[in-house]
């Protein structure tokens, strides 16, 4: 009886952490592509293999599918739009190679490509008075990011991770790569973007989290 009162203890406490993680080999990496290779490198940065890096999630993987995705642009915009994935591929692409740090401590080195905020921002058309980006994923998961930050970083939604098509596992087939945030902003499995003039706490933030997350800063509070 002790033993699964400790078990049920230490899961508990594991349920409350910033991150939910888990090892690769304890993970569900999803196969690269047949004819997709891994970059290793880029940019004069070694990046983290793709079955090393540690991963997080608050309801497990999620299968979404590029026939049947659609991404939702709504709030303080001209026009609510509605993106399939190869609207959202049709963009310029641009790459990165961003570290990203988990709020427990861990964190590894990838190469991202994907497309600007600022981009899609501006084809639904930002209304003026606009400050912040919700960010909603298909797990439930939401957080969000001040608009200023998203257009003066040049921050990204990935669709590829070391030029491989994200896996189920890592958030396919968008993840939002919040550079210089702790982990719990990269949201993953994007559906939906909206764009508020309010403050907003996401899933994390509402449980105690920082809302700046800043790398380095505070985790709370």
């Known amino acids: 009886m002790k033993k699964i009162l400790f078990t049920l203890t230490l899961i508990l ?20 592509n047949e004819n997709e290779t891994e970059t290793l490198e880029y940019d004069g940065v070694d990046l983290t293999p ?15 599918y590029p026939d049947d995705y659609r991404l939702e642009i709504t709030g303080m915009v001209n026009e609510t739009t ?24 861990w964190g590894f080195a990838a190469k991202w490509t994907g ?26 998961y ?18 590829k991770i070391n ?23 990269w949201a993953k499995w994007i559906v939906k973007i909206e764009v508020t003039n309010e403050d907003y706490q996401g899933y994390w933030e509402s449980r105690g989290y920082n809302n700046n997350a800043d790398v380095g800063g505070p985790r709370f509070g």
Not at 50 to 64: F, S, V
Not at 142 to 159: G, Q, R
């Open 163 to 185: 030029d491989v098509t994200l896996p189920h596992d890592r958030g396919f087939p968008l993840q939002l790569v919040a550079e210089g945030k702790y982990g719990y902003k």
């Open 13 to 32: 406490i594991l349920l409350s952490a910033g991150c939910i993680s888990t090892t690769p080999d304890e993970a569900e990496v999803s196969p690269i």
């Open 82 to 105: 509605v993106l399939t994935y190869d609207d959202i591929l049709s963009y310029p692409s641009v790459s990165k190679a961003v570290p990203l740090d988990c709020v427990e401590g």
């Open 142 to 159: 939401s957080t969000a990011l001040e608009l200023d930050y998203l257009l003066d970083k040049n921050i990204i939604v990935a669709y």
């Open 115 to 140: 497309v600007k905020m600022e981009t899609l921002l501006d084809d639904a058309g930002l209304q003026e008075g606009a400050t912040t980006v919700i960010f909603y994923s298909e797990d439930g």
């Open 50 to 64: 793709i079955d090393e890096q540690r991963n997080n999630a608050i309801k497990g993987t999620q299968y979404l």
